[in-house]
């Protein structure tokens, strides 16, 4: 159903788009994702398969908040083009369908369903952008090359595409590790998150909200699918470098954005530590935090700036408008995981995952690095108390929504409970 | 609801002077503050006629907020509700044209209605809240003149030595609820009736709450705050160190007298600290020339009796002397306040003297105040101290040596008491003072106290005269069996007491009007007068040692910090190094990627 809504509305809009003035088709691409998101909503907990197409719990949960994500980015947007709004959409029917399916293939396509778009999303603003751009194109052809040879070693060891087929040996391992640099590359786990600073740097603030909250989801989705059956052993050194290298490479940070996507490697890192129980309910709360908390930021860096923000820029936004700078505020501290916001229990439940598979050291270190995230995490909250004269035009629905996000992040840090069986349901 | 409104009427007295006093005209404070106390006064008495009363309302999980209203909390509002409504009159006066005049009253009503908390509260929990906030109270008091920075240091002394009381009190609750489950005292009452749980954990919670009582109730050894305490104005002495609030640790061991007449070992132990105490207090009366400290001092003397008299299990004499004391003792500080005022703020007894002549009235209520202290045959003092001296013999946690101890430190208390007499009304005038009488609204609180230090001791006579105050409060209290004098033998003992009193009252107004002292007196009067060290003493072993420990630690935190800015800034550097691998340069990072695609699948496990 999910899958028919947005495949009608990009079919339909491709081809009105060019009738339709913009701002039509930015409603119409609302409407649809408003739409997909009201059908998941009404089929929740209820599994659906149509050949390879599955939706199961974790393909709703996950989609869910690419959905949010992509609703959010369009929001935010206003475009004298209506490719803009259709690539969102393309995108967004990939996410689904990489949530949605235990075929390697079908991952493949949607994966590159939803990159293609993105590569054209992050050159919106030319210049700088366009270069950003290519290197995130090029490194992500090289991770898909690895995911297709994956893909194919996989059906060599295994006789089948189904991700979740127990397997063994050399060629399996090795298969699992090649589909895990693919997929690590889109959630930006180091070391394969070189292309993370410069193309959040680079592109539009919209694009990169719809790049941090989408498509970590979508991805993640395919990363649990593949890791359930038993997590490969590499799991673990992507794991800490990606801890250490986006927490201590983002203390020395002086723009939002880049410190936002260093931040971004991090939190990857600390997603990536439910995958060792296959818990979907812990990871699919984290990365509802997360999609909250580092979107409201990129949601309130887009109405200072569009282009690149200094720290230094932030400064004094609490007295010029103090809506957006409290919701700065709050968006970093949860993203600190300091209670009682949201993203305090985002963390705990993640860590209580690695505790429960005997993962210590794992646990430490990310306990650590965590406590030195801090460090930045307060330094980009508290910019916003400084003096200074900083800019903001926010218009009134960003404002709104800036606020609805910034609520949501104390009232489910308060009563996380409130949310977590409709999320086992879900899975 | 009508006891939870005996406490919210002072309280809410608190609340209306807090917020609005600064713009009231001069007495109207006062008035308002007295006022509320009279009502509470009126309804507490009201509601004992009544038969008593009881509220309860859920308050923390298993633990209900609980007012009890029986015969023992019903004596104890009176005293506190009725002297303190006196002492509230007389502080109209006394307080006059003070720039703090409505914070006054504001805190001495927060102090009523934590007393009443206190008093009439039927679990421990509840009693805490009551116990902590005369506490605040009296250390607001205590420092009421806070710009003096020593006043504020005795404002802090008080309360810090306190809380080692509180600490006390806090954990032996924590013994109960973990033996019983519960800290209602009414339940607690019943759960001890049968045979006890676990005796030597029963006893180190008996023990504890005692600590508490120590602190609050300045026995040795937390005795050290209470001179000190002598900071804050008259009233405040009067009211909260020597009628109500340093009683409340007699009041909490007679509470808990279902308790410790089940613990005689730690009785014994009460019993011990209070004669120790009495002593203590009454030798170092002697040196003081501070006409409120003296007074102090015999506070806490008379405490020391009060815990004697509680040690051997004679609750309800314990609780007798309480009510006496009540009125002697706030009478002496008023009239040490009415005689600081006559001098003008003088308060040294020193530059004191021949104030017979000046002060018609307050004369009177001094001398009333001094012979009920010192017990004077007929009036309340001695009946009260009569009786605490016969119950070391008869009741059953006592002995000879009790005995003979109490009636030492009574001859000892005659004399100081006569010294105290001698030196602020007798004799030569050693001051350049025009001395001047207090006004109407201190002399009446101070006349109707007086009657009550003459009239107080008739509710309890001697067997075989009636005594009506043990029946009324027997039913409250635990059963302990006195065995009973022969009629001969009491009456002799009541006569020894009364000659030894009399010969010690004797003895001290000659001796003081003496020109020159003996050399034994005068070394004995200089370690009285540093209160035979014990401060020194303590900052010695307690102060300066743990002051050197903070100094320390401070020092260590100092070094830590550094350290932690040196960790810091290398994990700064750290991370901007790694940042440096983010060239910029595509080939950089494909190369990169494919190591670390070479590495990962080096890891994995083939």
Known sequence: MTLAILAVFSVALTLLGFVLPPQGVKRATLLGLALALLSLLLTWGKPFAFGPYTVDGVSQVFTLLALLGALWTVGLVRSRRFEFYLLVLYAALGMHLLASTRHLLLMLVALEALSLPLYALATWRRGQGLEAALKYFLLGALAAAFFLYGTALFYGATGSFLVGTPGQGPLYALALGLLLVGLGFKVALAPFHFWTPDVYQGSPTPVVLFMATSVKAAAFAALLRVASPGVPDALSLLIVLSVLLGNLAALGQKEAKRLLAYSSIAHAGYMALALYTGNAQALGFYLLTYVLATGLAFAVLSEVSPDRVPLESLRGLFRKDPLLGLALFLASLSLLGLPPLAGFWGKYLVFLEAAKAGQWGLLVLALLTSAVSAYYYLGLGLAVFQKGEAEALPRPWARNVALLVALLLLLLGLFPGSLLPALAAGS | ?606
């Open chain 2, 1 to 606: 609801m009508a006891l939870l409104l005996t406490i919210l009427l002072p309280l809410f007295g608190f609340a209306l002077l807090g917020l609005f006093g600064k713009r009231m005209q001069e007495p109207l404070p006062g008035v308002i503050a007295s006022g509320l106390v009279l009502a509470s006064f009126l309804l507490g008495v009201g509601l004992l006629l009544s038969g008593g009363a009881r509220f309860e309302t859920e308050w923390l999980p298993g633990i209900p907020f609980s007012l009890l209203l029986d015969n023992l909390s019903g004596l104890m509002l009176m005293i506190v509700t009725g002297v303190g409504f006196l002492i509230h009159v007389y502080a109209i006066g006394y307080m006059a044209k003070d720039p703090g005049y409505s914070r006054f009253f504001a805190y001495f009503n927060l102090f009523i209605a934590m007393m009443l908390t206190l008093v009439l509260a039927d679990s421990y929990p509840v009693m805490f809240i009551g116990w902590e906030g005369v506490g605040l109270a009296s250390f607001l008091l205590i420092g009421f003149w806070y710009q003096n920075a020593q006043y504020a240091d005795s404002a802090r002394k008080a309360f810090i030595v306190n809380r080692i009381g509180d600490l006390g009190f806090l954990l032996g609750m924590a013994i109960l609820w973990a033996l019983y489950g519960t800290l209602s005292i009414s339940e607690l009452k019943e759960a001890l009736e049968g045979p006890l749980k676990n005796p030597s954990l029963l006893a180190l919670a008996g023990l504890l709450l005692f600590l508490g009582a120590v602190g609050k109730s300045a026995q040795i050894p937390l005795m050290v705050w209470l001179p000190d305490a002598m900071a804050g104005p008259t009233p405040v002495s009067a009211l909260i160190h020597a009628a109500t609030m340093v009683t409340a640790g007699v009041y909490l061991i007679a509470r808990s007298s279902f308790l410790y007449s089940a613990l005689p070992e730690v009785s014994y132990t009460i019993a011990v600290i209070g004669l120790l105490t009495a002593a203590y207090g009454a030798l170092s009366a002697f040196g003081q020339t501070d006409i409120k400290k003296i007074v102090a001092y015999s506070t806490i003397s008379q405490l020391g009796y009060m815990f004697l008299a509680a040690g051997v299990g004679a609750y309800w004499v314990a609780l007798f002397h309480v009510l006496t004391h009540a009125f002697f003792k706030a009478l002496l500080f008023l009239a040490s306040g009415s005689v600081i005022h006559a001098l003008g703020g003088e308060q040294d007894v020193r530059k004191m003297g021949g104030l017979w002549r000046h002060l018609p009235y307050t004369r009177w209520h001094g001398l009333i105040g001094a012979l009920a202290l010192g017990g004077l045959p007929l009036l309340s003092g001695f009946w009260s101290k009569d009786a605490i001296l016969t119950a070391t013999l008869t009741y059953p946690f006592g002995g000879v040596g009790f005995y003979v101890g109490a009636l030492l430190v009574a001859v000892l208390t005659a004399m100081y008491a006569m010294r105290w007499f001698v030196l602020v009304f007798l004799g030569e005038e050693r001051g350049h003072h025009h001395p001047h009488e207090a006004p109407p609204v201190m002399l009446w609180p101070n006349h109707l106290l007086a009657l009550g230090s003459v009239l107080a001791g008739y509710l309890a006579l001697p067997h075989p005269l009636p005594n009506l105050l043990e029946p009324f409060l027997k039913p409250a209290l635990a059963e302990v069996e006195a065995h009973h004098l022969s009629l001969g033998a009491e009456w002799g003992l009541i006569g020894l007491s009364a000659l030894v009193a009399l010969l010690g009252l004797w003895a001290g107004y000659t001796f003081f009007q003496r020109k020159a002292f003996p050399g034994w007196y005068l070394a004995f009067e200089a370690a009285s007068r540093e209160s035979f060290y014990v401060d020194r003493i303590y900052n010695a072993l307690i102060v300066n040692p743990l002051k050197a420990l903070a100094e320390a630690l401070l020092q260590g935190d100092f070094g830590l910090l550094r350290g932690y800015f040196g960790l810091g800034g290398s994990v700064r550097g750290l991370g901007q190094g790694l940042a440096r691998l983010q060239t910029g340069y595509l080939r950089v990072y494909a190369l990169l990627f494919v190591l670390g695609v070479l590495v990962l699948l080096g890891v994995m496990r083939w």
